[in-house]
């Protein structure tokens, strides 16, 4: 199926809140790994979001020069392509994106996207992240309150994280500590600020624990029901529905399936996979290499064997190692055979 439309989008986030489900939002940063992620989505009958974030889209453009939005509408085009031949909808997003990076990173892409939608088609991605947890809440607030008039103008979802996650990605770092835990009080004001849809549709990474990249069980304390009591509270206080802010869950590799439901439970409709992807992606990699040791390395003058060392031969092994798990966590969200185009 073609890349989601803003209304498919709108339609896959909607199904997932009133089904009690998420979608898998998968990390990519080269064409292989866009593979496998839609072929992940695939396998699981899901629909799923493709994302990449300035690092991810400085790899794409080249890692030897700086191109982050022409490497971030590549990824677009590319995916727009070869998602047509699927049948699961996949949805474009652009993970992280501190401040010291709207300029270089999402301010350009939504101006590529408003120039595209004037010419008649369509924005080259369904939603941005502004990730203003470095920077205080208010004024993180502004910032977004800025920015979702002119995405929602186009038909763009804007992703704001109302908190801190932990560890590091693409070398901006957190530390582990109690700030990773957001509050009432921060939902409230997160709400005064962008309302509840009238001023154009967000998506919301209240904080709860979550920790970038790898941890061993025990090290972090995500608290899920956290979420609930900040739903609750917006509940009570605006006389809305049950969870009303939709929730993205970040930091998600490495919890438990128990942690993963509970979140979901919670009003959780994205959850964003990065750090188990890479690590789905290179260990069949290293399998392969040590167990054709023989083919993929000239050895004492002999020529090896083509057919091993081609990228392509141990490529399958590295997208399917992925996709796997792309499909496994598809089953923990429950989104597993939920499509907008089936």
């Not at 206080?237 to 993205?248: A, E, R, S």
């Not at 040590?290 to 083509?306: S, W």
Request: glycine fraction near 12%; hydrophobic fraction near 40%; charged fraction near 20%.
């Amino acid at each position: 199926m073609p890349v989601a439309t803003p209304e498919q989008y709108a339609a896959m986030l909607d199904a997932a809140k009133s089904g009690g489900f998420a979608f898998p939002a998968v990390n990519v940063s080269s064409s292989q790994t866009i593979n496998s992620a839609i072929q992940g989505f695939a396998e699981a009958g899901s629909d799923g979001i493709l994302q990449v974030s300035f690092g991810g889209a400085d790899y794409l453009a080249g890692h030897t020069v700086k191109n982050r939005a022409g490497g971030a509408i590549a990824f677009a085009k590319y995916a727009e392509e070869v998602a047509k031949a699927y049948d699961v909808t996949v949805a474009l997003h652009t993970d992280h994106c501190p401040k010291q990076h709207l300029e270089s990173f999402v301010l350009p892409l939504v101006a590529a996207s408003e120039e595209r939608v004037k010419e008649g088609g369509l924005p080259y991605f369904q939603s941005h992240m502004w990730d203003g947890s470095a920077v205080p809440l208010a004024e993180n607030l502004e910032i977004a309150k800025e920015l979702l008039p002119r995405m929602a103008a186009i038909g763009i979802i804007l992703e704001v994280e109302i908190g801190i996650v932990g560890g590091e990605e693409d070398g901006i770092s957190h530390k582990i500590n109690d700030s990773l835990y957001s509050t009432l009080e921060d939902g409230i004001a997160t709400v005064e600020a962008l309302g509840l849809g009238d001023q154009g549709r967000y998506l919301t990474a209240l904080t709860f624990g979550n920790v970038h990249g790898v941890y061993k069980p025990g090290g972090v304390r995500l608290r899920p029901e956290l979420l609930a009591e900040i739903q609750d509270g917006l509940q009570a206080k605006y006389g809305t529905g049950k969870n009303p802010l939709d929730l993205v869950f970040h930091g998600g590799s490495g919890s438990s399936a128990e942690e993963i439901a509970e979140a979901v439970r919670n009003g959780v409709i994205k959850m964003n996979i990065d750090t188990d992807t890479q690590y789905a992606f290179t260990r069949p990699v290293v399998d392969y290499m040590l167990k054709n040791y023989d083919g993929v390395l000239k050895i004492d003058g002999e020529v090896g064997n083509k057919k091993v060392y081609d990228p392509r031969a141990w490529g399958k092994a590295a997208e399917s190692g992925m996709a796997a798990r792309i499909a496994l966590a598809a089953e923990q969200l429950g989104s597993a055979g939920k499509s907008v185009s089936a």
